[in-house]
């Protein structure tokens, strides 16, 4: 059996490196020449626990290759971006770019599965007929399916393997065929349906998040009203057995909690105004924290002399904790809100982004952030930061002020004397 897996992404190198390790040939495939002599030299172009030595082990042992063109192939995974645009509404050019490939190899017995998140239909009317102007009839001379996947960014290799897996077909033995192919490395329980309740599935799965962080930050802006501390309420709320707010943040990033959701709003807007007064309210986050910031201190002076300038310092700026993807990151929105209203020093500290990243006033190290600063910002709770040095650090700074937009360090206010600490959500 061989596979193609087409888009070496966040996912589609994991998938591809799992699939190769069950003994099965993978050919990766990808337009971006880097990645493909990356991990051709068995050299993982991002950051994923336990997948470097997975892709080592699988390239040394010629299970896996790598190559911008298509091959012929037994199975075809489509795992390529499918991104919103200005208008909030999906771009599904590289789907169909994929699918082009595909269709100029594809013969009889050919499986074909969209792993790429998108909206509903895209499967049946999208893909369908590209794949079919060859000849070829999809759900008889071949199969056709929709294979959303789970994973968490830090856990995927484990994932990938232990989740439960939704396989939607454009028929009944599409959704047989690739359920059995999947049983070759998914451990966990394989559940078929239609193509269409496939996607759909995934894109609820990832508007449910989203909207319970949405009452999380929702519960934030109320507590700060009301005098409150959020995270409280929210710690004892979980208490009821049938109760799980999760937790409120600067803001909702990555390329699925922030997007997903708008994909089942762009299907039909007036069906969803929960979801969609639920996007705008985490979309609201960023700036919220940036007039926070503000307040705190005591406004800006607007391209002022050196003596007005504030040094802002940022802990974190990757989207979420562990993990150096910073694609749609709140804390990119809010240091670039700063930078251009402001007239404020930046300085950003993260371990896990690496320091030649396009990311204004990154630092090296966390005294260089430190130095000086008027405010430092925990934007994001990376394990590093539970373990820094604070009572050294603060000594560097102009004011010790700390704005915890995680409730991360709650009892430095405590331990440190002359810290002002300031909270989000109280
Ligand atoms: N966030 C909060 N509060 C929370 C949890 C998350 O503000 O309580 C923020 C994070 O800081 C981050 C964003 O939301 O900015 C997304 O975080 P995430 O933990 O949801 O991480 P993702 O987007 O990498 O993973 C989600 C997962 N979906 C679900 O849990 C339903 C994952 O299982 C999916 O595979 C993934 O989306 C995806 O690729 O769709």
């Known amino acids: 059996m061989k596979v193609c897996i087409l888009g070496l992404g966040y996912i589609g190198i994991p998938t591809a490196a799992t699939i190769a390790n069950s003994g099965i040939n993978v050919i990766g495939v990808d337009p971006n020449t880097k990645i493909v002599d990356a991990i051709n030299a068995g050299k993982l172009p991002i950051e994923e626990p336990g997948l470097a030595e997975l892709l080592k082990s699988v390239c040394d042992r010629g299970l896996l290759k790598a190559s911008a063109e298509v091959e012929p192939a037994d199975v075809f995974i489509i795992a390529v971006p499918t991104p919103m645009n200005e208008e909030k509404k999906p771009v599904l050019d590289y ?3 994929a699918t082009s490939s595909v269709a100029s ?3 009889k017995g050919d499986i074909v599965v969209l792993e790429s998140t998108s909206p509903p239909r895209t499967t049946a009317d ?3 007929p590209i794949l079919e102007s060859g000849g070829l009839t999809a759900g008889t001379d071949f199969y056709l399916a929709h294979s959303p996947e789970r994973v968490i960014p830090g856990r995927m290799v484990e994932e990938l393997i232990s989740n439960d897996r939704v396989i939607g077909g454009i028929n009944a033995v599409s959704a047989e065929k690739t359920a059995e192919f999947y049983k070759k490395f998914v451990q966990g329980e394989i559940h078929t349906t239609d193509a269409t309740t ?3 599935c995934k894109l609820l799965e990832n508007s449910f998040r989203g909207v319970n962080i949405a009452i999380a930050n929702e519960i934030a802006i109320l507590s700060e009203k009301v005098g409150v501390n959020a995270w409280e309420v929210i710690n004892l709320a979980n208490k009821h057995p049938r ?3 999760l937790q409120p943040g600067p803001g909702v990033g990555g390329h699925c909690i922030a997007i997903d959701p708008w994909f089942v709003v762009s299907a039909d807007e007036q069906s969803a105004p929960l979801i969609k007064a639920a996007m705008l309210l985490n979309e609201s986050m960023p700036y919220r924290q940036f007039k926070r910031i503000k307040e705190i201190l005591g406004g800006f002076a607007i391209g002022g002399g050196n003596s007005d300038r504030k040094k802002i310092a940022f802990l974190g700026a990757a989207f979420k904790p562990n993990t150096d993807d910073f694609r749609h990151s709140p804390v990119i929105e809010i240091i670039e809100l700063l930078s251009d209203i402001s007239g404020a020093e930046i300085a950003v500290f993260d371990p896990h982004i690496d ?3 396009a990311i204004k006033g990154l630092v090296d190290s966390p005294e260089d952030a430190f130095k000086d600063a008027d405010l430092v910002c925990l934007a994001v709770h990376h394990d590093e930061f539970y373990k820094l040095d604070y009572h050294r650090l603060f ?7 700390l704005f915890d937009m995680r409730n991360a360090l709650p009892n430095l206010q405590a331990e440190i004397t002359g ?3 300031y909270l989000l959500g109280r």
Do not use: F, T
């Open 95 to 97: 789907v169909k770019a």
């Open 105 to 107: 190899v594809l013969k």
């Open 126 to 128: 999208l893909m369908r």
């Open 198 to 200: 496939a996607e759909m």
């Open 243 to 245: 109760v799980n707010i």
């Open 355 to 357: 320091s030649e990243a």
């Open 395 to 401: 000594g560097l700074c102009r004011n010790k002020r």
């Open 419 to 421: 810290l002002d600490y």
